[in-house]
C-alpha cells in the first residue's frame, strides 16, 4: 500500500496587509509519495512559492497544514533542502564555505573532514562551480550563484528536494545539463523533489505528476496530470513522443485556455506565465473537457 509521505491538508494562507487579510492559498490538498518528483506550474503570483515555504517550515499555513512522514512541519530542517527563487547565498562566505556549512549541518557526525571536502568538490563540480571555489557571491553571476544554490541543496542529500524555478536564470544548455543530473540523482537518492517552474518542457521531462495552480486570490490545485513516461526519460528521443506532444498540450491548455488570466492587480500581468508557445487559438475556445477518456488529466477544482 503507498503510504502518502508528505501531506498538505485543507490548507489556506492568508498574509496580513494594510488593506486586511489577504487569502493567497484556500483548501489546498496534495498528497505526495516518497521519491515523487512533483511540478507544480501556474501563473505568476498564484502562491507557488507560498505552497513550497510551508512546506519548507519557512510559512505556517493559517488553516490546515503539512505534515512529513507523519510529523506536523512547523520550522525548518535539513531533511527538506531549498532551492530559493532567488538564490540566498551568504555574502560573506565563499562558494566552498558556502555549501561548506550546509554540509556540516548534516555529516558533521557521519563523514570525515576528508570525506566532506570531496563531497562539497562533487557537488560543486557537478554544477559546473569548481573553478570558483574561493569566489564569494557578490564576485559571480546570478546564474552561477544559482548553480551554487543547487549545489548546497544537493548536497544536503535531503529527503524532500524543494526547488522554486531553479533553472530559470541558467542559460539552456546548463540547464539541461542540471535537469539531467538532477534526474539522476533523484533516482539515487529516492528524493521526493517539488519543483516550481514556467517551463512546460522542463515540468514534462523531469516529473511524475504535474500539479497545476488556479489563479489566486485564494489560489488552489485545479488539475494534476501523471506523466507516465518511462524512465530514464532522454529529452532527445521524448521530443517526438506522442505521449510527451499530449502531456505537454494539457499542461499549455490548462494555463492558456482554461487558466489564462492572472489574478487582478498581481504581479503576475507583467511577465510572462510559462516558458512555451501558447497553443494556438482558433475559433473555438472552449475549455476542453478534462476528463473524458482522451485526456490524460484530472481536474481538481
Ligand atoms: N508576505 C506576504 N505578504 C502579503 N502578500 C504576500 C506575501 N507573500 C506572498 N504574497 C502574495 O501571495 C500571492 C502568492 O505569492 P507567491 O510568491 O506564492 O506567488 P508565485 O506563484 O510564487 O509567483 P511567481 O511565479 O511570480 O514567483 C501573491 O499575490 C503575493 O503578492
Ligand atoms: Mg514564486
Not at 107 to 136: G, P, Q
Request: hydrophobic share 40%.
Amino acid at each position: 500500500m503507498s503510504k502518502s509521505h508528505l501531506e498538505l491538508t485543507n490548507v489556506q494562507m492568508a498574509f496580513d496587509t494594510k488593506e486586511g487579510p489577504f487569502v493567497a492559498l484556500e483548501n489546498v490538498d496534495l498528497k505526495i509519495r516518497k521519491g515523487e518528483f512533483v511540478s507544480l506550474i501556474g501563473h505568476s503570483g498564484c502562491g507557488k512559492s507560498t505552497v513550497l515555504n510551508i512546506v519548507a517550515g519557512l510559512l505556517q499555513a493559517t488553516r490546515g497544514g503539512c505534515v512529513l512522514d507523519g510529523h506536523e512541519v512547523n520550522t525548518p530542517g535539513p531533511e527538506r533542502a531549498v532551492v530559493f527563487q532567488n538564490h540566498s547565498l551568504m555574502p560573506w562566505l565563499t562558494v566552498y564555505e558556502n555549501v561548506e556549512l550546509a554540509v556540516q549541518q548534516v555529516f558533521r557526525k557521519t563523514m570525515s573532514k576528508s570525506e566532506r571536502r570531496d563531497w562539497i568538490l562533487h557537488n560543486l563540480k557537478l554544477v559546473n562551480m569548481d573553478h570558483a571555489l574561493d569566489k564569494r557571491p557578490g564576485e559571480i553571476s546570478g546564474g552561477m550563484a544559482q548553480r551554487v544554490g543547487i549545489a548546497r541543496a544537493l548536497a544536503m542529500k535531503p529527503s524532500v528536494l524543494l526547488m522554486d524555478e531553479p533553472f530559470g536564470a541558467l542559460d539552456a544548455l546548463t540547464r539541461a545539463h542540471l535537469q539531467d543530473s538532477l534526474m539522476e540523482i533523484q533516482q539515487d537518492l529516492n528524493s521526493t523533489v517539488i519543483m516550481i517552474t514556467h517551463d512546460v518542457d522542463e515540468a514534462v521531462l523531469l516529473s511524475d505528476r504535474i500539479v497545476m495552480m488556479t489563479n489566486g486570490p485564494a489560489a488552489t490545485i485545479g488539475e494534476e496530470l501523471h506523466i507516465e513516461l518511462p524512465r530514464p526519460r532522454n529529452r532527445v528521443t521524448l521530443a517526438d513522443h506522442p505521449e510527451y506532444v499530449r502531456y505537454r498540450q494539457a499542461v499549455l491548455s490548462f494555463l492558456y485556455e482554461k487558466q489564462r488570466f492572472p489574478g487582478k492587480g498581481e504581479k503576475g500581468k507583467d511577465k510572462p506565465a510559462v516558458e512555451a508557445e501558447a497553443p494556438q487559438q482558433d475559433d473555438d475556445t472552449s475549455v476542453p473537457e478534462s476528463d473524458d477518456a482522451e485526456s490524460p488529466v484530472r481536474r481538481i477544482a
